[in-house]
């Protein structure tokens, strides 16, 4: 693959702090990025915000402005992120659907393939932009729109299960699954829009453990441990 798109939940980048940032955590993401930029590979990252905001459990909220609460929580995990990175000599840039002064700038295809030409990582913050859609909506969305060549999911869990395994003890481990049979099961890898996105578009994902060694590292390579979700 020669460009990717990576998703980091806002969750793991807090790592046993649950909230806020896990330092350490975030210096052996940016490690591994830094093994893949140096290997020629363009690489693209959307982050959750559910470090700082999980808006869809507060009931006294509206929910529009609970999502932009959220949109503006993955801004600032970018902004720290992206400083993390260029601490370790990567050169970076944060596109938002929306203005945020000098903050980021604006996204647009053109400009992403820009920056990507410059060898630089790009971190598309803000979601879509607009209420109801989640970070899984918008990272499918961005890697069809800069036509990245697949997926890689860094999450809490080692795979895609065919139930949840922190409840069952007995849940089956899937090494390979179509985008179809994902949906079909309701097996929830990323949420129903985006599944869509994915099968519509044919952008396949690789779904994998963040806490595992260099699991980034060998998500591109023949030593993946994790679930190559088909299209």
């Not at 994998?208 to 088909?230: D, H, M, P, R, Y």
Request: aromatic fraction near 8%; charged fraction near 25%.
């Amino acid at each position: 693959m020669k460009r990717v798109l990576l998703k980091l939940s806002g969750e793991a980048l807090a790592g046993d702090k649950k909230t806020g940032f896990d330092e350490k955590t975030v210096l052996m993401v940016a490690g591994q990025v830094k093994q893949l930029v140096d290997r020629g590979i363009e690489v693209g990252i959307v982050i959750g915000g559910g470090n700082f905001w999980r808006g869809r459990t507060s009931e006294n909220i509206d929910r529009t402005k609970a999502d932009q609460i959220g949109m503006l929580a993955t801004v600032m995990n970018c902004i720290y992120v992206s400083e993390v990175f260029r601490s370790v000599g990567m050169m970076t840039n944060i596109l938002t659907p929306f203005e945020c002064g000098s903050f980021t700038k604006l996204f647009s295809k053109d400009r992403a393939n820009k920056y990507f030409a410059k060898n630089m990582v790009v971190f598309f913050a803000g979601g879509t932009g607009h209420p109801y859609f989640s970070t899984d909506t918008a990272t499918v969305l961005r890697a069809i729109e800069i036509e990245a060549d697949g997926i890689l999911l860094a999450k809490s869990i080692d795979g895609v299960y065919d139930s949840d395994p922190k409840q069952n003890p007995d849940a089956k481990r899937y090494d390979e699954i179509s985008i179809r049979e994902v949906i079909n099961q309701k097996l929830e890898v990323v949420d129903l829009a985006a599944s869509i996105l994915c099968m519509e578009n044919h952008m396949p994902m690789y779904v994998f453990a963040l806490n595992e060694e260099n699991s980034i590292v060998k998500a591109l390579s023949g030593e993946f441990n994790g679930t190559v979700v088909t299209v």
